[in-house]
């Protein structure tokens, strides 16, 4: 089956960093995203990723590693604003979007 | 970047009425559009998708009747929720790409339902 793994919440400070984690199991691969949802939006997109390696766009940094099915979203300097949920979200073979339930990050002053 | 939006932003309507929420791509032609339907806390579940001039693909557990998509054109898609009821009382987000399966999803910023 199709599987991804998130931790639900996490909680960081203000000015920190702060790496969510995600894996998962799938039969086939074709990319792998990362979102931003604040409550009650629609997500925006962060990332995307199909090869192996790190991706840095800014404050934010996603990660992959296709062979141990694992990828993570690195966000430096926090603000307040970054306060949302991450979710991970993979391509399968078929092209079809698989969403991870999010992580809901709290970011403390 | 490219901008999708959706109309109507929030609605509320009697049980057994029908809804239609528009989904547009402004600035690009949209040959696919997907709709997602996200409940409280739990991540966005696809409905169906739709491409340009044919009949949308929909999800297994998704009630072709019920929700009624539409993709007449290459900038507007949408979706009719029929005889609504309360349990279809959710917030619904459409997305679409300007070309290719790997080609970035822009989302629309999402209906927000509540059927009473």
């Known amino acids: 089956g199709q599987n991804i793994d998130q931790p639900t919440e996490m909680t960081a400070t203000e000015g920190a960093i702060v790496q969510i984690n995600c894996t998962y199991q799938t039969s086939g691969f074709n990319g792998l995203f990362w979102y931003q949802q604040h409550a009650g939006e629609a997500p925006t997109f962060l990332s995307y990723n199909v090869l192996d390696g790190l991706e840095e766009k800014g404050r934010f940094s996603s990660f992959l590693s296709r062979s141990k099915g694992y990828s993570y979203l690195l966000l430096k300097e926090l603000q307040m604003k970054d306060s949302a949920s991450y979710l991970c979200?993979?391509?399968?073979?078929?092209?079809?979007?698989?969403w991870g339930a999010g992580t809901k990050l709290i970011i403390k002053p | 970047g490219a901008v999708v939006s959706q109309h109507p932003s929030r609605v509320i309507c009697k049980s057994g009425t029908s809804v239609k929420i528009e989904c547009r791509s402004l600035?690009?032609?949209?040959?696919?559009m997907f709709w997602y339907r996200q409940f409280p806390k739990k991540s966005l579940m696809l409905m169906a998708t739709s491409n340009e001039g044919s009949k949308a693909t929909y999800e297994q557990g998704v009630e072709k009747d019920k929700f009624l998509i539409n993709h007449a054109s290459l900038t507007l898609s949408t979706l009719t929720v029929t005889s609504a009821h309360p349990e279809d009382s959710s917030f619904y987000i459409c997305?679409?790409?300007?070309?290719?399966?790997?080609?970035?999803?822009?989302f629309g910023p999402g209906t927000r339902l509540l059927v009473l």
């Open positions: 979200v993979f391509m399968d073979s078929n092209y079809q979007l698989i």
């Open positions: 997305s679409a790409t300007a070309g290719g399966p790997i080609e970035t999803q822009y």
């Open positions: 600035d690009f032609q949209a040959t696919t």
